[in-house]
T-cell receptor
């Protein structure tokens, strides 16, 4: 079984500052992938960043980076230089990987964090 | 470049009515899933499929049926709608390899009265 925990229901940040959104996970799968999605007020789900459990380096995608600490089972999202358009709901998610290297079909989500960026 | 297409975008049902939410993807993805999103509860998996002819239950399958006769389509059937099924429903698809996130449809907002 997999579980994702996002302990911050809401976060506030000043424009141009950095913000960290927390995510902890629990799984019995020896290999897994971690994802972050953004959901703006319009409702669509936007894939942001991926981290594999055996990746040696933390993932980065533009202003997004994933602070992956495997021993602590945490996969925090860092947004640098926040913009007003970053105001949205953010979801952390994970899914296991089989011994053959195929991802399992199920993606498990956390409850989300609402980020508000102030001008 | 359609991606994942869900229809309808909005639907109001009366209690006890049945309906099918449609989902189609044109990316030749093997994996497809249905999620429901309720306030404060994130996205919860209803059913998922790892290929044509193969489906399995997720976290909240009761009251819903699925089938996967083709790679492209994965319809979700509400058998007898209940007010507790009022929610936003998302369909998503993904390749089988690691490193790929799910691509989501735009969602269906369902209200059961």
């Amino acid at each position: 079984a997999q579980k994702i925990t996002q302990t911050q229901p809401g976060m506030f940040v000043q424009e141009k500052e950095a913000v960290t959104l927390d995510c902890t996970y629990d799984t019995s799968d020896p290999s897994y992938g971690l994802f972050w999605y953004k959901q703006p007020s319009s409702g669509e789900m936007i894939f942001l960043i991926y981290q594999g459990s055996y990746d040696q380096q933390n993932a980065t995608e533009g202003r997004y980076s994933l602070n992956f600490q495997k021993a602590r089972k945490s996969a925090n999202l860092v947004i640098s230089a926040s913009q007003l358009g970053d105001s949205a709901m953010y979801f952390c998610a994970m899914r296991g990987v089989s011994a053959g290297g195929t991802s399992y079909g199920k993606l498990t989500f956390g409850q989300g964090t609402i980020l508000t960026v102030h001008p | 470049n359609a991606g994942v297409t869900q229809t309808p975008k909005f639907q109001v049902l009366k209690t006890g009515q049945s309906m099918t939410l449609q989902c189609a993807q044109d990316m030749n993805h093997e994996y497809m899933s249905w999620y429901r999103q309720d306030p404060g509860m994130g996205l919860r998996l209803i059913h998922y499929s790892v290929g044509a002819g193969i489906t399995d239950q997720g976290e909240v399958p009761n009251g819903y049926n699925v089938s996967r006769s083709t790679t492209e389509d994965f319809p979700l059937r509400l058998l007898s709608a209940a007010p507790s099924q009022t929610s936003v429903y998302f369909c998503a698809s993904s390749p089988t390899g690691t490193g790929y996130g799910y691509t989501f449809g735009s969602g269906t907002r369902l209200t059961v009265v």
